[in-house]
């Protein structure tokens, strides 16, 4: 068995969740992780799937991705083994929309010592006042005070909210 | 001990009430304590996790890496419930769930009664780290998994925020 990671891109439109899951667990795929979302007038999948080494995915998907429009992207996944981390800080970022928050907040974030695990951002508000609000989480490296230092020396303009997680395990 | 992970069923089985604390309890709260030290950096255990369906749990936080509020290493008989105040979202993972975590709403606050190994009976107040994982055990007992009240990590915007004092 190998490993990939597949990237499928197009407009959205009904059912492309279900033929590309429904064509990949008849070839004997079998889905792990997977993110998929609506990302303005596309939809995105991103899937990590376990296969046997036999089997060509651009080829199960071929027919899928021509009849619906979808861009396929390909990765193999090097390391079939690796634990998933659990991210120990979560931060939320929001305010008035304007270029470079993300740039902004991740470069302080990454050299604070800040590994994302998970990012997601959206905007709100109105047409005329639009809000940019950001969430990630991620394991603090440096400690978690390297990376609140690193938070209160960004521009006032933008709320920004650090949280230890603390995980329970029970 | 064996730790019972899902998709084991039994794992979604209610427990029974303890009628008497013999030896035989008292013998199996020492193997559960152990089953407990043996995972890693559980803070609590129910008895189900290591099948055996009677209303027992141990829950100690007061060894956490960044200090929270606790009553110390709490063995609970026949716990119960009273009463919940407040609501808080916060990642959990569980022996029986290995290798994923989840977001979990729980009350904030909550009310107990049960008895220890003494046979003494107990009413206190229990409030955020120590309530959740309280609250997590005893969904245990009732055959509950975190796995049955997880909550999406994108619906987590902000509020955490709002039930900060």
């Known amino acids: 068995m190998k490993c990939s990671v597949l990237t499928l891109v197009g407009a959205d439109q009904a059912g492309i969740v279900a033929a590309v899951t429904d064509a990949l667990y008849k070839q004997g795929c079998s889905l792990a992780q997977a993110s998929m979302m609506r990302l303005g007038a596309n939809f995105a999948i991103m899937l990590r799937v376990s296969h046997d080494e036999a089997k060509d995915l651009r080829n199960i998907l071929s027919e899928i991705c021509e009849n619906m429009s979808l861009h396929l992207h390909i990765d193999e996944d090097v390391d079939t083994d690796v634990l998933r981390p659990d ?42 006042k639009p809000i940019y609000i950001m969430t990630l989480e991620g394991l603090a490296t440096k400690g978690v005070e390297s990376l609140q230092n690193a938070l209160n020396a960004l521009n006032s303009d933008i709320e920004v909210n650090l949280d230890e997680i603390n995980t329970l395990r029970g | ?86 609501m808080h979202m916060g990642r959990e993972g569980c022996l029986s769930v290995p290798d994923f975590t989840g977001n979990v709403i729980r009350a904030e606050k909550i009310k107990l009664n049960y008895m220890d190994e003494t046979g003494e009976t107990h009413e206190f107040e229990s409030s955020g780290f120590e309530a959740r994982a309280i609250q997590h055990e005893l969904d245990h007992l009732d055959g509950l998994l975190f796995l049955d009240r997880l909550v999406s990590r994108r619906s987590d915007l902000f509020k955490r925020k709002n039930y900060k004092k």
């Open chain 1, 87 to 128: 991210p120990d800080v979560q931060v939320t970022v929001y305010g008035a929309d304007r270029n470079g928050i993300v740039a902004q907040v991740t470069s302080a974030l990454a050299v604070a010592g800040l590994n994302i695990i998970d990012l997601e951002t959206d905007l709100g508000g109105t047409k005329d």
């Open chain 2, 1 to 86: 001990m064996e730790i019972l992970t899902y998709p084991d069923q039994r794992l979604k089985q209610i427990s029974e009430s303890v009628e008497s604390i013999d030896k035989d309890v008292l013998n199996f709260i020492h193997e559960l304590e152990q089953a407990r030290m043996a995972g890693p950096g559980a803070v609590g255990i129910a008895a189900p996790q290591v099948n055996n369906f009677q209303r027992i749990v141990i829950v100690d936080v007061s060894d956490m890496r960044k200090p929270v509020d606790n009553h110390g290493h709490l063995i609970m008989i026949n716990p119960e419930i009273a009463a919940w105040d407040g």
